[in-house]
DNA sequence: GGATGAAGGCTGACGTGTCAACAACGCGCT
DNA sequence: AGCGCGTTGTTGACACGTCAGCCTTCATCC
């Protein structure tokens, strides 16, 4: 029980005050646009990237799960919203009558493909153009190291 | 009006795609662990933390949004919800009718004591004590680049 | 076949974040 | 004083995320 554990020197304080103002600034910043150029929100954008990249525009709601790792509450919830818009739909299994398919409408097929090439560029100014090669590959490692110490604890399904 | 512009190469994708997953999976395990340590959300701690740290234990509400970077509904909504849970309290601004002047309570006090530490063991965890000290730079050199970038373009306020 | 438990998915409640509209105040001007 | 305008803070509506609870269906075992 000691209340005086060891508190962060200025380097690392420089850094763990940079990734959370990097996650704010950044994330806002790409959501915005994204919402202003397309009407898309992160998570629409998210859905629609994996249906679209999918053979036949559908997949389960289980695999789609798996794909963007969300709970299930979560996917219920957003892919009602996008139904009610009219990017995508939901019909039952065949194989499973537990299941549910989610599958990418005409409009959801649209929308994705005009709001792609935006939010890529968006990402490229905002964020890839601006790092080195190194810088690249340093970013990658940490959040794979990361990533892997978060991932052995609260692992959940 | 090209519409194939370029795309993320092979170590471009793994750092951006690392990047989204850095984000979602440290963040998500940091709240989850202050929310059951603590019983504070991620916006609980860091009003708790800039009042606490602030002489007098209060802050004018512009002032306080300044240090957190947020809009005025967020705050005023944040607040009004604190408030109701006994962690601080809303009095008027002397010098300016128009003012709030927002004041940790004792509780307030005590939940961010016994709450920064097991945070701050959390934030080493899976995360700063993962880091050599060549990766806490390059990450600090990330961010301070991005940020400058997205600020000369979104600023509000 | 019937009971039991796990898996898949949905819903409601609540906290959170954003946006637009609003009210109240300060400040400068005439 | 009165007017105009920017600043400050609040509110309501809505989208988003998490949690707990629920129902249906599947798989297993007796």
Known sequence: MNDSPRWLDEKESRAWRG???????LDSTLERRLSRDSGLSAADYQLLVVLSETEGQRLRAREL?????WDRSRLAHQVRRMEQRGLLLRTE??????GTMV???PEGRRAI???APLHLVAVRNYFIDL????????????AERVRAKVGDEGCDE
Chains 1, 2 share one sequence.
């Not at 990734?19 to 600034?25: F, G």
């Not at 799960?65 to 790792?69: G, I, S, W």
């Not at 299994?93 to 537990?98: F, G, I, P, V």
Request: with cysteine.
């Open 19 to 25: 990734y959370q103002a990097l996650r704010r600034d």
């Open 65 to 69: 799960r798996n794909e963007v790792r």
């Open 93 to 98: 299994c065949e194989t499973d009558a537990r």
């Open 103 to 105: 599958e990418l409408t």
């Open 113 to 115: 493909e005009d709001a």
């Open 131 to 142: 790092l080195t090669p190194e810088e690249l590959d340093v970013l990658a490692a940490i």
